[in-house]
């Protein structure tokens, strides 16, 4: 019999767990990941979860609690490792460009280690890009999220394009931070909708060539709307 942390030799309940400890942990993490980004929050049950990564629900229960925690468990775990890189990434641009900082390179410092991660093609992180798209166009409670786990590292954003754009009034800054994480996370959602749209002239999984493009498209606008003082 299987005791409540899964470290017993046996099965949980019929089922076979795809790891011990630390590792199932992951397993059930990366089981939600999977789910919440196909379905979202409510169209799936910890009894599914449970059923994708071979475990009992009341493990589940045990390590994670009800499941808004598990969901939570799950956005947090990669929002912590790109808040940390992109503040690095935005913290080594001003220490070797600190007097004269260029709003495309800021902009690729913020996105840059999105489209990297996206690029290992492991698919955590593609279940993980979709799952934020799907947060952040949820009106009933997207934005807490969204606000709770990735505020801090878009506020180090808007305080670097203020050093970069002097003259920029802040509120236009925020509104460019808005349409850029659309852009952003609808590209990095690689639908296939521009395949269709464009004849397969481009790839929604071309992630180069988003590189290529991204970042001067964003820093564009952003300089235009700043030039109109509007």
């Known amino acids: 019999m299987a005791r409540a942390d899964g470290q017993s030799g046996g099965t949980l309940r019929g089922r076979r767990p795809k790891g011990q400890g630390p590792d199932l942990r992951q397993a059930i993490l990366n089981a939600a990941e999977a789910l919440f980004s196909r379905h979202g929050f409510h169209g799936v049950t910890v009894r599914q979860v449970a059923a994708e990564a071979g475990v009992d629900t ?12 598990l969901f939570d468990h799950v956005f947090a775990r990669r929002a ?9 990434a935005l913290a080594a641009y001003k220490a070797a460009h600190g007097g004269a900082l260029d709003p495309e390179r800021i902009i690729e410092a913020f996105i840059g280690p999105l489209i ?10 593609k279940n993980y ?9 949820t009106p009933a409670w997207g934005g807490e999220t969204m606000s709770r786990f990735f505020d801090p ?13 002097p003259q920029a009034q802040e509120r236009d800054l925020y509104w460019c931070y808005q349409f850029l994480t659309g852009a952003m996370m609808l590209t990095l959602s690689e639908t296939g909708r521009i395949d269709h749209l464009s004849g397969d002239l481009c790839r929604s999984t071309d992630l180069e060539a988003v590189r290529q493009r991204l970042y001067a498209w964003c820093a564009a606008g952003l300089r235009e709307v700043v030039s109109r003082q509007i």
């Open 58 to 69: 009341a493990l589940i229960h045990y390590y994670f609690g009800a499941k808004r925690e």
């Open 80 to 88: 912590e490792i790109l808040n940390t890189a992109r503040l690095e």
């Open 116 to 125: 990297d991660r996206s690029l290992t093609h492991d698919e955590g992180w």
């Open 129 to 137: 890009f979709r799952l934020v798209a799907l947060v952040n166009n």
């Open 153 to 165: 590292v878009v506020h180090a954003l808007i305080e670097t394009l203020k050093a970069a754009l």
